[in-house]
């Protein structure tokens, strides 16, 4: 998927992105409150983050209410969510900055103590994501974390597909409908198994790399500098 093509579906979506999120993703509130969790710094630290593919801010803002010293840089492709995310995060001015811009070509910044990274890798394809692991790499500070919710692909294609179709009927519950979402996503993403993450993580220089946490086909993974 192009970044034309990226931009537009993200447009479509700033509206209602929260409510999106709630009835396409299983679990997607308590992931997001895990993955901040998973920061592995004290709370009263001063701790400097990067949201990449930040959004409307919700993870940003999270980062900002449970670490009352953290610094987070907002970064993502498109005008229209940053300006939802300047909004909803002006309460904090003085501890966050923003940024547009494709995190495939420009620079993200340096010396973060965190990097995180809430579904939005899984648009890259897999070459993409390995030049992408090694902007991250570079972006973090010594002993750095890097911690990502991806949308997965099971080594098994049968657990896979189990994975999917509880997923189509988790979205079709909520009123949405499955098949439009299915085929957008196998249309537009590209989605890799968690073993294969963690080796590239690996092969970037990432040590101490994890899953800590899984459902169905979501995960969450991280990797220290």
Request: charged content about 30%; aromatic content about 12%.
């Amino acid at each position: 998927m192009d970044e034309k093509q990226v931009q537009e579906h993200f447009r479509k979506q700033v509206g209602d992105y929260a409510g999106l999120m709630n009835r396409i993703i299983p679990e997607y509130e308590t992931g997001q409150r895990f993955l901040c969790e998973l920061i592995p710094f004290d709370k009263g630290q001063d701790i400097k983050v990067l949201d990449l593919g930040s959004g409307p801010g919700g993870l940003s803002e999270l980062a900002l209410e449970m670490y009352p010293r953290a610094n987070v840089h907002a970064f993502d492709l498109t005008e229209e969510m940053l300006l939802l995310c300047q909004e909803r995060l002006s309460k904090y001015e003085g501890r966050v900055t923003f940024q547009q811009g494709d995190y495939k070509r420009d620079t993200v910044g340096s010396g973060y103590d965190v990097v995180l990274a809430g579904l939005t890798l899984h648009h890259l394809t897999d070459e993409e994501r390995k030049s992408v692991f090694q902007v991250i790499y570079e972006a973090l500070s010594e002993d750095g974390i890097f911690i990502a919710r991806e949308i997965i692909v099971d080594d098994d294609p049968f657990i896979t597909e189990w994975h999917y179709s509880i997923w189509r009927n988790f979205m079709k519950t909520n009123g949405e409908d499955d098949e439009f979402w299915y085929n957008k996503h196998k249309g537009k993403d590209h989605p890799v198994s968690i073993e294969n993450q963690l080796s590239w993580l690996e092969e970037t220089g990432f040590k101490h790399t994890a899953c800590h946490w899984r459902y169905l086909n979501f995960a969450i993974i991280s990797g220290r500098k």
